[in-house]
């Protein structure tokens, strides 16, 4: 199955989901599980990093937005790093672009974050 | 009779499950690479049969269904892709909005097909849905 | 009955027509991927139904039956991948050997299937073949 | 449609034909022609790539095989580049890895061409 999921955290410890292959309604719920479980564990900043994937499906958009949700509920954010246009295109033409931080790297998505208080 | 040749058929039948609608994606996947549609159509084709049998594939999880099949027939005529998608994944029957809303299906994916394609109709069957896309290439 | 499941079924339609060989790789892809099998095993199905269909293709064309269908039908257990390949290709008669033999069809197909997967059998159906083959994972 | 063939002489002369993607019951009768061509314009020499190839089936392998007893018919040869260790399972698992002369890189293959009287 071509889909895997890893976690790391950054220098400044915001905790980041790095997903790889096809996610969709077969794997998203996975993506949904490891970001519940770092909600639990109070995070307030979550980088999900779209990188290496190559397919996303609404399925997965509904999870991303769930998440977000929850997080601006606690003041957090979740940000996305994704250079992939492709990828990039789903969230354009749903719109969904303007409703979340989106970055084209790692390194990008770090400073953005350590600026915001 | 039109003066066009019959286009050719290709029809998939997968289990109505999560784990097999990424095969119907690859199969669209080689259908529209073999006509005249650009990268980004093909990705567009593919995206929409996704998310529809996706759809379908959420239905039957909802009315106990999951033992049903999906049926994707693409017709490949010169210049235009029909793609129909069948499901016996029972009524799609909004039920009323007291819970999470997270759970709710289709309104991302009914608007990604709607985005995607340039023309879809959604139509009930008995015991399913019939989904019916049309892609125009160039 | 055995003490297992049954096995998932996803069953393909392309036309016999070497255009179409490649959606039925693609999907076979899709399914093998899905399934406990190595990277190179997922390769080895791609390969055998891909060299299966081509073999189809080449007698229909022979057989001036290049308007029939090829049915791919994937049986899918848990470490045990069984593909029917049926086709409406007529008879595989060969003819005796008097031309440049490039144009024969089969052998080198047939070998690579043999060498790919587990089991293979072929068997003539009114009116075409019916190739079984079977892979089994780990 | 996942192919395409280019073709280009290296500095000695030998002619390349490179070939991207997926070579077929589809697209082999490509290959076939423009080998045809080479060998109607007189080449003793000609070079296949396979570095770009993602699928090679046994047409193909049967245009190469035809082509290669041409080529020997007039004292030539054709020779292939396939770095890739899939397509070169092909050859590897019919035999075919001891009819041919395979090499790993263009640069190989240039200077074992060279060598040849
Ligand atoms: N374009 C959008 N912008 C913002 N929120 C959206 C948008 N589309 C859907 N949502 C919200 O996202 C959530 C999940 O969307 P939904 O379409 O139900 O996804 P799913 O198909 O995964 O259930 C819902 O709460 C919905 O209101
Ligand atoms: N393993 C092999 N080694 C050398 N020559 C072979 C081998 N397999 C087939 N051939 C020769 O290659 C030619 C084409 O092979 P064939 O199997 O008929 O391919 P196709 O399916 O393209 O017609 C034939 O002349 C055959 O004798």
Known sequence: MNFSIDTYNMESGVPVIKLTGEVDVYTAPQLKQQMIGMLEAGANQILIDLTEVEYFDSTALGVLIGGLKRMRERDGNLSLICPNPRIRRVFEITGLDKIFDIYNSADEAKIAIQLVP | ?138
């Not at chain 2, 994944?89 to 709710?104: L, P, T």
């Not at chain 2, 394609?117 to 019939?130: K, Q, S």
């Open chain 2, 1 to 138: 009779m039109e003066a066009q040749s019959e286009p050719a058929v290709v029809e998939l039948r997968i289990p109505c499950r999560p784990e097999y609608v990424g095969v119907a994606r690859l199969a669209l996947l080689g259908v529209a690479s073999r006509m005249k549609f650009s990268y980004d159509q093909v990705e567009d084709v593919r995206l929409a049969v996704g998310e529809a049998c996706t759809t379908s594939v959420e239905w039957a999880t909802k009315n106990n269904r999951a033992d049903t099949d999906i049926v994707v027939r693409s017709s490949i005529a010169d210049t235009k892709l029909t793609v129909d998608i069948i499901d016996s994944s029972g009524e799609r029957r909004e039920v009323s909005d007291d819970q999470d809303n997270e759970n709710e299906p289709e309104s991302l994916g009914a608007l990604l097909i709607t985005l995607l394609v340039d023309e879809v109709t959604v139509t009930p069957l008995n015991g399913g849905t019939h989904v019916k896309m049309v892609k125009y290439a160039g």
